[in-house]
Structures are given as C-alpha cells and as structure tokens.
Nanobody, 114 residues
Framework: QVQLVESGGGLVQAGGSLRLSCAGSRSIFSGNNMAWYRQAPGKQRELVATITTVGSTNYADSVKDRFTISRDNAKNTMYLQMSSLKPADTAVYYC????????WGQGTQVTVSS
C-alpha cells in the first residue's frame, strides 16, 4: 500500500521554527513533482509549496521567504523548513504529489501560539 507519512509538527511560539518531514515509497517520489499542503480549521486545503524532480521550487505568497521546501530523492523524503512562524500558519500539514495523486496521510499538526 502506497503511503505518505508526515512528521515534525508541534506547538511553537510565534517567530519560532519547525522542520516537517514527509516519507514515502520510491514509487511516489520517483519522477513526481511534490508538494506540501495545509488545512486550517474550517478552511479548504491549500497549496503551500512545490518542488520539481530537479529541485525547482515555488511558494504560496503567504509563506514566501519564510518556508523552504527540499527533497532527498535517495531517501524518498521531502522536507519543509518553516521559520518566522505566525499564528496564521496553524494548520494540519500534508504532503503529496503536486497533483495530489495518492491517498492523503494523517498529516502533522502545526500550532503557532501568539
């Protein structure tokens, strides 16, 4: 069964940092552009950042210059380094391909206190 497993979330004060990880099988990472998404309470899931197979990145305006997406294809793992966190960043964070091709994992909760 193909799975995506997110980890690294937690409770942090505004201005703090967290690093999220996404682990999956080679069949997911190989040849796919990947992405981080998030869903805040009462809101739709939104795209946060994307990374192509060769490492080109793109970010939502709300996280630009604060978040950094990266991937390690050899380890079938993707990361999201988040800094200067704001309460508005509070959400459950998910990873998937850019097209959302696979079943969504449990996500990892990020809570930023003011």
């Amino acid at each position: 069964q193909v799975q995506l497993v997110e980890s690294g979330g937690g409770l942090v004060q505004a201005g703090g940092s967290l690093r999220l990880s996404c682990a999956g099988s080679r069949s997911i990472f190989s040849g796919n552009n990947m992405a981080w998404y998030r869903q805040a309470p009462g809101k739709q899931r939104e795209l946060v950042a994307t990374i192509t197979t060769v490492g080109s990145t793109n970010y939502a305006d709300s996280v630009k210059d604060r978040f950094t997406i990266s991937r390690d294809n050899a380890k079938n793992t993707m990361y999201l380094q988040m800094s200067s966190l704001k309460p508005a960043d509070t959400a459950v964070y998910y990873c998937n391909t850019r097209r959302g091709s696979y079943a969504w994992g449990q996500g990892t909760q990020v809570t930023v206190s003011s």
